[in-house]
């Protein structure tokens, strides 16, 4: 671990694109017989398709609440504006 503390939305960045690269997986998987004229896989498989824009989400979410967090960090340093 780092010496860092780290900020809330770490853990949804990691996960996101831990999930984006299991969709991204799963879209290949499934598209790949489409291209080669073999029969196409179950239903299910194009369902976990769908893990791709999920995991882009997560990680999306965990980008903002970085943001912010960082931003609120950042607000008592700044001098007071008249």
């Known amino acids: 671990m780092s010496s860092q503390s780290a900020d809330p939305g770490d853990v949804y960045v990691k996960a ?10 799963a ?8 291209f080669l004229h073999l029969t196409p896989l179950p239903t299910a498989m194009y369902w976990l ?14 980008l903002f609440l970085n943001a912010r967090a960082q931003r ?10 008249a």
């Open 49 to 62: 398709s769908m893990l791709m824009p999920a995991g882009f989400l997560a990680a999306l979410t965990g």
């Open 16 to 25: 996101g694109a831990v999930v984006f690269a299991l969709g991204a997986l």
């Open 72 to 81: 609120r960090r950042l607000e008592p340093q700044q001098p007071a504006r």
């Open 27 to 34: 879209t290949l998987v499934t598209f790949v017989p489409l």
